[in-house]
Nanobody, 127 residues
Framework: QVQLVESGGGLVQAGDSLRLSCAAS????????MGWFRQAPGKEREFVTA????????YYADSVKGRFTISRDNAKNTVNLQMNNLKPEDTAVYYC????????????????????WGQGTQVTVSS
């Protein structure tokens, strides 16, 4: 099992920055990637960004490309999400997720690709 705990959410104004962190514990060696998803009220959960452990390859949704940056702190077993130039449409609950190592499964952009989830942290951006 892998446990994930997000932190860093809050209320900010448009144009501000915010940094989310996801602390992983447990069998983290059994994971191959971690990602961030978000869910706004009345909308489906959507992919934001992800990072593969192998090669550190990163992926971003078009809506956040150039504004958000995902990174990993190996020493702390933490994945961070730096969010700059925030917009009101970024308002959502942000979830951290981890993908188990599963041979033959390379998907990284949908909820079904992930096996472990954090409880979520609220990000609210006012205009």
């Amino acid at each position: 099992q892998v446990q994930l705990v997000e932190s860093g959410g809050g209320l900010v104004q448009a144009g501000d920055s915010l940094r989310l962190s996801c602390a992983a514990s447990g069998r983290t060696f059994s994971t191959s990637a971690m990602g961030w998803f978000r869910q706004a009220p009345g909308k489906e959960r959507e992919f934001v960004t992800a990072i593969r452990w192998s090669g550190g390859i990163t992926y971003y949704a078009d809506s956040v490309k150039g504004r958000f940056t995902i990174s990993r702190d190996n020493a702390k077993n933490t994945v961070n999400l730096q969010m700059n130039n925030l917009k009101p449409e970024d308002t959502a609950v942000y979830y951290c997720a981890a993908k188990r190592i599963r041979p033959g499964t390379l998907g990284i952009g949908t909820s079904d690709d992930y096996d472990y989830w954090g409880q979520g942290t609220q990000v609210t951006v006012s205009s």
